[in-house]
């Protein structure tokens, strides 16, 4: 069978990690024989300064014939409204109705754990971000700007569909992955209208899940508690800008944004995989980034294909090479991005 993936390297450091997670990839293939199609898209920050273009609805379209979209970091200073990697990375998410955002959070080597008598296997959890509402839909405005009488409106839009359908894809996937408690989070005793709509729905389908334990904290209490004891959490469901902050701090959680992979996921469509960090210009090309951030986007964009195995494989690779030391120097290693690249992917073909 053909899996078909579009790549789209992205800015900055984003051109140098996802080469490398296009070779994982490759390697996965070779390893488990399945037939690998990848098409590149060159739609970042130089297209966008040649032609102004920065993802026209064809690409969009043409994205809904493939398997999944592989997204590199986007960004560059000599955009400085960042004006390209918004429209890309935003009109992807909203046009492909991608309201999923998935991120793990899971500590794969002890010596990334940041807590104090915690060890790794106590950070295991997954974060389920509302993705296509909130405060990033840009609905507002600013009026008189530049004077003392300047205004700036910034809405947050939150619909039954949105809230519905995301806390019921957290509370399924708990079921499908043996993970006994939701936690819904919110700060419904201040955001009253938007966030009133998150309480009553949650209570609702919580009904429906009964085998689940769910449970409630506000997000300022939810942050201090992600610190205090990461072992309570298993399944978190929030809203989009709340989702953006915890899962930043999910990431130190488990070593670094150089860790931290996500998918943004339309279970009906074609769903988009990327790393979390940005494109950090000034080591762009200087073979300094940690790749394990695109590998890992990667094999989550596997296991969304139906390459469960293939995923494991390269989940696999990534901790072996942890283990030896075999990566780059913000996880403990003593390699460059290629060399690092190269060592998961040597043990994804052994594996």
């Known amino acids: 069978m053909k899996h078909r993936f579009a790549i789209l390297p992205g800015d900055g450091i984003g051109v140098d990690v996802t080469r490398e997670a296009v070779k994982v990839l490759q390697a996965a293939a070779a390893a488990d024989g399945f037939n690998l199609e990848l098409k590149h898209f060159d739609h970042g920050a130089e297209r966008f300064l040649k032609t102004e273009e920065t993802l026209p609805d064809a690409v969009l379209e043409e994205f809904k014939s493939f398997d999944a979209v592989f997204m590199g970091a986007l960004g560059d ?84 569909k949105g809230v519905e359908r995301i806390i019921r894809a957290a509370f399924r996937y708990a079921i499908k992955h043996g993970r006994g408690r939701v936690t819904m989070s919110d700060k419904s005793n201040a955001l009253r209208y938007g966030h009133d709509l998150w309480q009553r729905v949650f209570a609702e389908l919580r009904e429906e899940f009964p085998s689940i334990e769910a449970n409630h904290l506000y997000v300022d209490a939810l942050t201090m508690q992600m610190i205090k004891d990461p072992r309570q959490f298993e399944v978190i469901v929030t809203c989009n800008m709340f989702g953006d902050i915890i899962t930043d701090l999910g990431a130190q959680l488990q070593g670094g944004l150089g860790i931290a992979a996500s998918g943004n996921i339309n279970p009906e469509g074609t769903s988009m995989f990327e790393p979390v960090h940005g494109s950090a210009p000034k080591y762009a090309g200087t073979d300094r980034a940690n790749p394990f951030a695109a590998i890992l986007a990667g094999a989550m964009m596997l296991e969304h294909s139906g390459l469960e195995e293939s995923a494991l494989r390269v989940e696999r690779a990534v901790i072996e090479a942890l283990e030896a030391r075999e990566c780059t120097t913000d996880v403990g290693g003593k390699l460059g991005t290629a060399a690092t690249g190269d060592a998961v992917a040597r043990r994804v073909v052994g594996a």
């Open 77 to 160: 200073p000599r955009v400085p409204d960042m004006r390209h990697a918004r429209d890309i990375l935003l009109g992807t998410r909203f046009k492909l109705d991608l309201f999923m955002n998935l991120r793990p959070i899971r500590c794969f080597h002890e010596r990334l754990c940041p807590l104090r008598n915690f060890s790794a296997e106590d950070i295991d959890f997954v974060v389920f971000r509302e993705n296509t509402e909130g405060a990033y839909v840009g609905m507002g405005g600013i009026f008189k700007k530049g004077t003392p009488d300047e205004i700036a409106i910034q809405e947050d839009v939150n619909t039954r």
